[in-house]
């Protein structure tokens, strides 16, 4: 690579990031981790089985999701799906894709779900609570049999 070429990349780069950083909720003041906080604690996650379109998830007692109010990130081979146990017998089971721009939503902060690429916030129904996103989460009806949760994609 030439010099020249080498110093028009660099300076290409330099741009995107200076952009980034100024436009808020893309790194500045508004950004899910600035100033305005309340991002959440990271998700603990826990590994679901799948057979055909059911992910079944073990819940144990040493499960986080052994208890009302207890969340999880869920992975799976269908993908990633936010868990949250809203009763004795009731779960929530949401997709874990920000409907914004496709980011994982991973973390929680003890009322709502947030995404960490731009911030939006949703409940443990998955509506939008705070955007830029504007859609809620799929919600997949789910089923506890003893210990395993499992729930239809």
Do not use: W
Request: net charge neutral; glycine share 14%; proline share 5%.
């Amino acid at each position: 690579m030439k010099r020249r070429d080498f110093c028009v990349h660099a300076c290409q780069a330099m741009s995107v990031i200076a952009v980034g950083a100024a436009l808020p909720g893309c790194g500045g003041g508004d950004s899910p981790t600035g100033p305005s906080g309340s991002s959440g604690a990271a998700l603990p996650t826990v590994s679901g089985a799948v057979t055909n379109r059911t992910v079944s998830v073990n819940v144990d007692a040493a499960s986080p999701l052994a208890t009302v109010g207890g969340t999880a990130l869920v992975q799976s081979g269908l993908g990633n799906f936010l868990v949250a146990r809203i009763s004795q017998e009731a779960f929530s089971a949401l997709t874990a894709v920000c409907t914004h721009e496709g980011c994982t939503v991973d973390s929680f902060n003890g009322q709502l779900y947030t995404c960490p690429c731009h911030g939006s916030k949703y409940t443990t129904a998955g509506g939008v609570a705070n955007g830029p996103a504007n859609r809620s989460l799929t919600v997949f009806p789910s089923t506890l049999t003893g210990t395993t949760l499992t729930f239809t994609v």
